[in-house]
């Protein structure tokens, strides 16, 4: 999974992007991409979604992969729509046998031990732990690595601009999954990359 693990460390903040209207796209990625944040997860949540990927993935500097996939269907689909990586919520063996066929850089859910043993079972040591602060925060994270000591995480769900550097100080997260760097609505190019800038400046423990 060197795949995945290279772009976990590209960037110490993943945006998680709710996108309902195309015309949205092209803007936020430029955006996002000029303050330094590189990697984008497009979430499957609205009717816009594959579009957006579309022509996300046509602006320069950007990786542009899909969140919210919930099985091949949509895996399929988001690969078609130039999906670079994949992120899913959770983590079932029909969608991790079908994501490790297609080659595609994947990154599955998991908030529990059973859900990590799964994952290495397929051969996958690299998760978002989610929903990181319902699934008991910084306390449960911890717990976990101490008995899964290779394993690394992105944490998504709850983590704010606020919260991300104490995430970030644990040594087995490499990066985490934030939807504070875009706001809802008509987007303001201007803030996303002041947003962008502060979240791709937070350091990182070496993981």
Not at 102 to 118: C, E, F, H, K, T
Not at 121 to 141: Q, S, T, V, W, Y
Not at 144 to 169: D, M, N, Q, S, Y
Request: proline share 7%.
């Amino acid at each position: 999974m060197t795949g995945i693990d290279a772009l976990m460390r590209a960037n110490p903040v993943i945006p998680v992007l709710v996108i309902e209207d195309p015309a949205h796209a092209e803007p936020i990625a430029r955006s996002l991409v000029a303050g330094g944040l590189t990697a984008l997860e497009v979430t499957l949540r609205t009717p816009a979604a594959l579009e957006v990927i579309r022509i996300m993935s046509r602006v320069e500097g950007a990786v542009v992969g899909a969140g919210t996939v919930l099985n091949a269907r949509d895996l399929d689909a988001a690969i078609d729509a130039g999906s670079r990586f994949i992120v899913s919520p959770g983590l079932t063996a029909p969608l991790a046998e079908a994501a490790i066929a297609s080659g595609v850089p994947y990154l599955p859910g998991v908030a529990n031990s059973a859900d990590i043993m799964r994952g290495l079972d397929h051969g996958l040591d690299r998760f978002k732990f989610f929903p990181a602060e319902a699934a008991g925060g910084i306390k449960a994270l911890k717990a976990l690595t101490a008995v899964f000591g290779k394993v690394r995480f992105c944490p998504t769900g709850g983590i704010t601009e606020a919260t991300a550097p104490e995430w970030l100080a644990l040594p087995a997260v490499l990066c985490v999954g934030g939807s504070w760097v875009v706001k809802a609505g008509t987007p303001d190019p201007a803030a996303i990359e002041r947003a962008a800038r502060a979240a791709s400046a937070l350091r990182r423990a070496a993981g």
